[in-house]
């Protein structure tokens, strides 16, 4: 196909000639075969072209090679050594390599080579494959030198039999100063494909301010290879190849290669990047192509991501410059990493299947996304929005560390996943799930959400979870607990609910409640630290409440099921009334605490038991306030409806708990009106057992 200017494929722009002497400029002709070969007005057919041919002019074009009359030259090959010491630059105007002949087999070549650097200029240069599906072609540059084009088109090319080649390598630089564009080219799976290799430390440049410059691959039957430290650098990519492969793709680079994208990567859902053996990839924009990272030592850098296009790692490392997406992210292996220094963002509900490492300052998942993982994950925070999730993928196991999590959406934590959440600040409608066998461990919580300790599942474990320092759980928080270990080191002030809902759970940590505490029908709960209950307790029929510190407080105790108390016992703040709608039981280490400020109710300590009560332990009585004790007080501290057993040690019925004021207390536990435990202070010897007598108590058996 003929050159017209201005159109064609151009290499270099600059038409502007310098003369040079014939000693510092020079382009010479060291092959050339066939007739349909020209530079300028010499010409292989008529003979003024020929091998050796030196050109010191600075202005010479067009270059055409394969242009000529049908069948009249099958072979054409036009071979050009170009020195420019002075770097003063050819112009070359128009370059044409192209086909005539739709019949006979036909090879266009040609080959620009530098020996001393310099710089080469063109207008235009076009490849046309003129539809002919026979025959060879290729364009080489090589060597020490610059070729500058104005913009390169490559089309035409129908099933070739074999690879249509544009070479860059041996350090050649190719510089497009508009656009480099291959379209029309068609091919079928068994044809050879049109190629832009860039290989040995060559350079194609595609870069300049202008908005048209641009590297476009719009049609299936074209590919970009880039290898042995080979560069392109262009401001936008357009890949439109479609049926890729891996074993096919539209880019492939490897052996350190380096594709560099300014802005955007736009590709049909069938176009394929693949890296291999330490290659490297940057886009300064998003890309709607795939991109597969198949070498541990190959890396994606990406500014920003909120595309659909398809990331996937199988193994290598995807970085991002500032803040970054997920949403394009499609699957990453175990040896793969992804480096955020800023926000990584997780817009939509990608799915990574077998990540390696993914290492963030903060990881943010947007409202409604899902990021489904099995990763070694490493932030300065993570911050989920409400209707998110995260959780690990189907196999494997999700290690994540993090100095702070703020969770609206959704946390599960399953069997072989490592969390550390630093300090949680879990938010309503948050939701922290520990499955069975699980854990968790964060450095506080703030929780206002629910965390659910769930290990139910008959072979799956205890569902774990720990907080290193304080555990604060707000008014609206729920923390629920079946099968389940919570270690609150740091303790735990529960405003909220607290619940055991499921089989047999354990709590360490001192817990300060004005919330509610519920262990619910059929279940147990044991806490190996202190309770301080300024709320409710209700532990339902057949639960089990074990505590083995100390309890105190002045809240409630309801639920008709049974408490056991092993440590220490002290109701109220100060003394206190209190209803205890369940049973009690006081374990033999036990030791309760009953403290006295007055006579009138609510000055001194009582309970008052629905259930049975079984004493044990130790009883210590302490007057506040100032109060004195005289003679013939009584104070009622433990009202039992149903049965009482036990005795307190060393304290028999009618025991002399101590001297007080000068007065002495006693001890019964047969209060004749309560049938509780009560203690007395009598005038003189006797008295008490005078009024028994008199028939002024009325008397409860003891069990």
Not at 82 to 101: A, M, N, P, V, W
Request: hydrophobic share 40%; aromatic share 6%.
């Amino acid at each position: 196909m003929p050159i017209t200017a201005p159109r064609a494929l151009a290499l270099c722009a600059g038409l502007s000639a310098v003369v040079a002497p014939a000693d510092a400029q020079t382009l010479s002709v060291i092959e050339l075969q066939g007739r349909n070969v020209r530079i300028g007005s010499n010409s292989a057919a008529d003979g003024t072209l020929l091998n050796g041919t030196v050109f010191t002019s600075s202005v010479l074009g067009p270059i055409v090679v394969g242009d000529g009359p049908i069948s009249n030259s099958p072979v054409n090959t036009l071979r050009l050594r170009f020195e420019d010491q002075l770097d003063l630059g050819f112009d070359l105007g128009d370059i044409d390599l192209s086909y005539r002949s739709f019949f006979a087999e036909e090879s266009s070549i040609l080959v620009i080579e530098g020996v001393a650097g310099g710089v080469l200029r063109s207008v235009d240069f076009e490849y046309d494959g003129m539809l002919n599906d026979r025959g060879s072609s290729s364009f080489t540059l090589l060597g020490d030198m610059t070729l500058r084009s104005n913009s390169v088109s490559v089309f035409n090319h129908r099933n070739p039999s074999g690879d249509r080649l544009l070479s860059v390598s041996g350090n050649a630089r190719w510089e497009v100063l508009n656009s480099l564009e291959f379209f029309d080219n068609r091919t079928n799976p068994n044809a050879g494909r049109v190629v832009l290799d860039v290989s040995g430390n060559g350079v194609v440049d595609v870069n300049s301010p202008s908005f048209e410059e641009r590297l476009l691959m719009r049609d299936e039957g074209s590919r970009i290879r880039v290898r042995d430290n080979g560069v392109i650098n262009t401001r936008f990519l357009q890949l439109d190849s479609a049926n890729a492969t891996l074993a096919d793709p539209t880019v492939r680079l490897s052996d350190h290669a380096d594709l560099q994208v300014g802005e955007n990567i736009i590709g049909d859902t069938e176009s394929l990047v693949l890296l291999e053996d330490n290659a490297a990839l940057t886009i300064g924009g998003r890309t709607t192509s795939k991109i597969v990272v198949n070498s541990a030592g190959s890396r994606v850098d990406l500014s920003s991501d909120n595309s659909p296009g398809m990331i996937d790692l199988v193994q290598g490392t995807l970085r991002f410059v500032s803040d970054g997406g997920l949403s394009s992210v499609g699957s990453a292996s175990p040896d793969s990493v992804i480096e955020v220094p800023g926000t990584l963002l997780v817009n939509t509900t990608p799915t990574i299947t077998a990540a390696g490492t993914i290492n963030a300052n903060d990881i943010s998942l947007a409202a409604g996304a899902n990021l489904a993982i099995t990763a070694d994950i490493s932030a300065n925070s993570l911050t989920t929005s409400a209707g998110s999730t995260l959780s690990k993928s189907d196999e494997g196991a999700l290690v994540l560390t993090v100095n702070a999590t703020d969770n609206s959406g959704r946390i599960t934590v399953a069997p072989g996943d490592a969390l550390r959440l630093g300090d949680l600040t879990n938010r309503a409608p948050g939701d922290v799930k520990v499955t069975p066998g699980a854990s968790a461990v964060a450095s506080t919580v703030d929780n206002s959400g629910f965390v659910n300790l769930d290990g139910t599942d008959t072979f799956g474990g205890t569902a774990r979870f720990e907080s290193e320092f304080a555990f604060e759980n707000r008014s609206l928080g729920v923390v629920r607990l079946a099968d389940a270990e919570l270690r609150a080191r740091g303790g735990l002030v529960n405003e909220g609910d607290l619940r055991n809902e499921a089989g047999r759970s354990i709590l360490f940590g001192d817990i300060t409640s004005s919330g509610s505490v519920t262990i619910t029908q059929d279940t147990s709960l044991t806490l190996f630290d202190d309770l301080s209950n300024n709320g409710t307790v209700d532990v339902g029929i057949d639960g089990i409440l074990t505590i083995f510190g100390t309890y105190s407080g002045a809240g409630s105790i309801g639920g008709g099921g049974d408490v056991n108390l092993l440590g220490g016992f002290s109701v109220g703040n100060s003394p206190a009334a209190v209803d205890w709608d369940a049973s009690l039981f006081l374990g033999p280490s036990s030791s309760s605490l009953i403290e006295i400020a007055g006579t009138a109710n609510g000055m001194f300590d009582r309970i008052s038991i629905t259930g049975d009560f079984a004493i044990a332990g130790d009883l210590d009585v302490a007057f506040l306030d100032g109060f004195l004790l005289e003679e013939g007080m009584r104070f009622d501290v433990f009202n039992v409806q149903g049965s009482t057993s036990g005795l307190f040690n060393g304290l028999a019925e009618g025991a002399l708990i101590g001297t007080f004021n000068g007065v002495d207390l006693f001890l019964t536990y047969d209060d004749p009106i309560t049938g509780g435990v009560s203690l007395f202070s009598v005038p003189t010897p006797g008295a008490f057992t005078l009024l028994i007598g008199a028939g002024l108590f009325a008397r409860r058996r003891r069990a």
